[in-house]
């Protein structure tokens, strides 16, 4: 595989900024993606979706990149997701 997705290089944008810039995150993407393959048939678990989106395993990535949300990345989700 490949490492030529926005999601596996752009390590320093945290989920929680796609979230509140986008409205979905790399989870969202993976789940999708894995969804999908459901559909047409193609076995693939949430593991191996979550890997092809972030290039490595979900527990790697979150090791090697994902920080601790801010109060004001919080705030922001909090504001963007109000029902």
Known sequence: MTSDSKTET????QNID??????FCRNCLSNWYEEEA??????LSRAEARERIY?????????KHQSEASGEQKEA???AHKH
Do not use: C, H
């Not at 752009?10 to 944008?13: P, W």
């Not at 796609?18 to 409205?23: D, E, K, S, V």
């Open 38 to 43: 459901q559909a047409r048939g193609i076995p």
């Open 55 to 63: 290039g490595m395993s979900y527990e790697e990535w979150k090791a």
């Open 10 to 13: 752009e390590t320093d944008v």
């Open 18 to 23: 796609l979230m509140n810039l986008a409205g």
């Open 77 to 79: 989700f909090a504001k």
